[in-house]
Each structure stands twice: as structure tokens, then as C-alpha cells.
């Protein structure tokens, strides 16, 4: 089992950043997949960022150029720097955890933080 914690939402001004922070509680070498994903008011929840423990990213047009996720495996949390906030950012994050055993794929997410812009 993994269990995810997140960290870091709060209010901030459209323009302005934060940094999201999210601790695995297992070694980061053993989870395939990260990512954060988020659901605003009346929304679906969508992927923002994943990156895997090859290096490999990927993020949504709407956020690319803004965000950066990045692993620090020695400390098995993964960080999601968001800039250049907009007021359609405003959701609940979700960090997620992805692992791959034989040909079965797990999924874990941790509870979310919120996140809200204003304009």
C-alpha cells in the first residue's frame, strides 16, 4: 500500500505561485508513476502533470510552460510548482500514485488540497 499526503494549497492572486509538495510513504523507486490531477466546480478531474521514476513527463496543454512537477526520491515526495496562476487553476489537487506489478496496475490518490486563484 501507498499512502500519499499533500501540501502546500492555499489563495493566492491570479499571477502569483505556489508549490505543491506531496510525501509517499514508501521509497519513490517502487511507485512507477506520479502525478497531480485536479477537479474544479462542475468539472471532470484531469490530468495536470505525471512523471515516472525514468524521468519521463508529461502535462497538460493548459498548464505547460507554467508548471513544473519534479522527484526527490530520497525523500519520496514529488512537487508540482505551479506559476503564472490563473483563476481557471482553481481546483482540488490530487496526487496519485501509480505501480505495476506483473501485469496488474494500482492505483493510490491522497486526499487533495485546495487550490484557489483570484482575479
Known amino acids: 500500500q501507498v499512502q500519499l499526503v499533500e501540501s502546500g494549497g492555499g489563495l493566492v492572486q491570479a499571477g502569483g505561485s505556489l508549490r505543491l509538495s506531496c510525501a509517499a510513504s514508501?521509497?519513490?523507486?517502487?511507485?512507477?508513476?506520479m502525478g497531480w490531477y485536479r477537479q474544479g466546480p462542475g468539472k471532470q478531474r484531469e490530468l495536470v502533470a505525471r512523471?515516472?521514476?525514468?524521468?519521463?513527463?508529461n502535462y497538460a496543454d493548459s498548464v505547460k510552460g507554467r508548471f513544473t512537477i519534479s522527484r526527490d526520491n530520497a525523500k519520496n515526495t514529488v512537487y508540482l510548482q505551479m506559476n503564472s496562476l490563473k483563476p481557471e487553476d482553481t481546483a482540488v489537487y490530487y496526487c496519485?500514485?501509480?505501480?505495476?506489478?506483473?501485469?496488474?496496475?494500482?492505483?493510490?490518490w491522497g486526499q487533495g488540497t485546495q487550490v484557489t486563484v483570484s482575479s
Open positions: 514508501r521509497s519513490s523507486f517502487s511507485i512507477n508513476t
Open positions: 512523471s515516472t521514476s525514468s524521468g519521463t513527463t
Open positions: 496519485n500514485a501509480g505501480v505495476i506489478s506483473g501485469s496488474v496496475a494500482f492505483s493510490y
